[in-house]
């Protein structure tokens, strides 16, 4: 489903943010990509995602090498890939409805369309009493839920999550955990950049780790 071959990032400053990076995560997997602070994690997502491409080697998304992507086709390409940041990026002045409503609109959906679908990833996220209610009365992990709502409303088959849970007490990082569980099962595959590794040890799932090679200022992959 995902898959990096001898994957470098080299940044226009200078800065390498990853170096020969070789993984395979397959389809319907769940897994955890850890590292220290700065060992490329956010950029590994990125290229997934297509918000930044790879200085060399390959990234294969489904089948598809990301660098043969005509520009016309990345809009549905992205469609199958929801992305939660730490930061949330909720518009305040917008309600947790119309918040999780916004991938729906832009892609052109029915009304009728919007509210089912809306609701459906609301519910799944155990916020459909909140649809009314705007970012400024939530609670952190409430936030971040909506986030995910938001990620997982078009149904993508890719879940990528930065940090996801990096803000928050350990009680509800283990419920944001077990909602990413819940849409694993449902049949997305779901890679979380973490560095808590007591959650991600609880978790029970495959740990990928970004490390730096003995002697090299480089990035590599550990597994």
Do not use: C
Not at 109 to 118: A, F, G, Y
Not at 134 to 144: D, F, R
Not at 184 to 212: F, P
Not at 213 to 219: L, P, R, S, T
């Amino acid at each position: 489903m995902i898959e990096f071959n001898g994957v470098s990032k080299q940044y226009p400053t200078g800065q390498l943010a990853l170096y020969n990076v070789n993984l395979m995560l397959q389809r319907g997997e769940m897994a955890f990509l850890t590292g220290h602070s700065g060992a490329g994690k956010s950029t590994l997502l990125r290229l997934i995602a297509l918000l930044d491409y790879p200085t060399q080697g390959q990234v294969v998304v489904g089948g598809l090498n990301t660098l043969d992507l005509k520009p016309r086709n990345i809009p549905a390409f992205r469609r199958n890939i929801g992305v939660i940041f730490q930061d949330h990026h909720l518009l305040s002045d917008r309600t947790v409805f119309e918040n999780v409503a916004l991938p729906l609109k832009i892609e052109g959906l029915r009304q009728h369309d919007i509210k089912r679908r809306v609701r459906a990833a609301l519910d799944k996220v155990n916020l459909l009493k909140k649809e009314k209610e705007y970012p400024l009365m939530l609670s952190a992990g409430e936030k971040q839920r909506v986030g995910i709502a938001r990620a997982v409303v078009n149904k993508p088959q890719i879940i990528l999550a930065d940090e996801p849970t990096g803000n928050l007490d350990p009680d509800l990082a283990q419920d944001i955990m077990h909602i990413f569980k819940q849409f694993n099962e449902l049949g997305s595959t779901v890679l979380i950049a973490s560095h808590d590794h007591v959650l991600i040890k609880d978790m029970k799932k495959r740990m990928i780790v970004l490390r730096k090679i003995k002697g090299h200022a480089h990035k590599g992959m550990g597994k």
